[in-house]
Structure formats: C-alpha cells, structure tokens
C-alpha cells in the first residue's frame, strides 16, 4: 500500500520543466514526502524531500500544498538523462519505504 | 565517498540452488536495507537493518530467504533454494539513521532458470 497516487506516465520537452504530481491525501502530520526516480534499471536514486515547505536542491524543486495532501516535483530544464521513473514516497521516521508504481517521465527532443 | 556496492551484478542459477548476494553500505551507515522488483511488479521492501540486527524483516517472502549482518558492517541476502519466481532485480540501500535519505547501489538482477 503505497499511500502516494501519481500519473502512470508523462512526457516533456527537453529544456522545458517537468512538473511530477503527486496525491497524499493520506499523510500524517509527521510524514515527509521523498522523491526518487530509478533511470532504466539502475538503482533508485534520491532527489529531494520535504515536509510542509517548499524545498529547493541541485536537481530540483518541490512544492507542497497548505494541506499537505498533494506535492508537485519540478524539473526545471528537463533533459534527455532525466527520462526515468519518479516515485513519490510519503514515510515518518523509521518507517519502511513503500513504492508505488511512480510515474515514468519520457523527455523528448 | 563510496556508494553502496552489490555484488555480483548479474547471477544465473537453475531452480534449486543456492545464491548469496552481497551488498556493502556507505561507511558509517547503520541502517540497512534490502528491496527487490520482479518482473512486472513494484519495488517492494523486503528487511531493514540497525547496525547487526533486523529491525524490520516483514517484507521477506519466506523462509527460503535469509539476511545477515554481521559486525554490522556488509550484509548478505541467502535465497535457499532459490525458485523461479524469486527472478528480479535486488536493490540494497543505506542510510545514516533511519530519518534520513536512503542512498540505494545499483542492484544485483537474479535470474532462476
């Protein structure tokens, strides 16, 4: 039970952002919201996380709403290499990681 | 700094047999775990580590599967005997305490003939 609903699938315009939804509408006020993406069949790789501020880093952005019931991943100048499958992942402290199927995010030039 | 490590990448084995895969954290982390994906299906966790003991093994399928720890340093996933559905992708991942990001190595991909 992955607790996250996300799009099966997107496509993007190389340069332009990505803009990942993610539904949550199950989180608790303790729970942080992760991103990871796994590109083709590598190891899932982590991208940001957050709690109920907006969070900025090197690979991306990530805006929660007030409520905290939906989160959207932003890829500002996507590229051919972030072509991948991003999961949303809501977990608190110790708890163990559930995937969901995530989304797969298809750049295209 | 050294990422987690897996080892061998690939294994080939028939129904039956045994395989032991191994996984080495970033140094310094305590907390371990395994993950696996089999064809078709989601990444699902199968056991967590705190240093050399399980503090969560309810992800693992069966008693065929076995996970050590020792010296809390580098961990191994047993499968015995390995069956085919046990076919996938087994990722391990660790982390520096259980509230921070989980850094995963590139897997090892098991096939059962």
């Known amino acids: 039970d992955a607790k996250t609903t996300q799009p099966p699938s997107m496509d993007c315009a190389e340069g332009r952002a990505a803009n990942l939804p993610c539904n949550h509408s199950?989180?608790?006020?303790?729970?942080?919201v992760y991103w990871y993406r796994q590109i083709h069949s590598q190891g899932p790789q982590y991208i940001i996380h957050?709690?109920?501020n907006n969070e900025t880093n090197e690979m991306a952005s990530l805006i929660i709403t007030e409520d905290r019931k939906s989160s959207t991943l932003i890829l500002p100048h996507a590229t051919l290499r972030d072509t991948a499958v991003y999961y949303c992942?809501?977990?608190?402290?110790?708890?163990?990681?559930?995937f969901g199927a995530g989304t797969r995010l298809t750049v295209k030039p | 700094e050294a990422g987690v490590t897996q080892f061998p990448s690939h294994s080939v084995i028939e129904k039956g047999q045994t395989v032991t895969l191994r996984c080495d954290p970033i140094?310094?982390?305590?907390?371990l775990y395994w993950y696996r994906r089999v064809m078709g299906k989601e990444i699902k966790f199968l056991l967590h580590?705190?240093?050399?003991?399980?503090?969560?093994e309810s992800g693992m399928p069966n008693n065929r599967f076995l996970a050590e720890r020792t010296g809390g340093t580098y961990s191994t996933l047993k499968v015995q005997p390995a069956e085919l559905e046990d076919s996938g992708v087994y990722f391990c991942?660790?982390?520096?305490?259980?509230?921070?990001?989980?850094?995963f190595g590139p897997g090892t991909r098991l096939t059962v003939l």
């Open positions: 140094s310094g982390h305590d907390n």
């Open positions: 957050g709690l109920k």
């Open positions: 991942a660790s982390s520096q305490s259980s509230y921070n990001e989980q850094f």
């Open positions: 992942i809501v977990i608190w402290g110790d708890n163990d990681m559930r």
């Open positions: 199950t989180i608790s006020g303790n729970e942080y």
């Open positions: 580590f705190v240093k050399e003991s399980k503090q969560d």
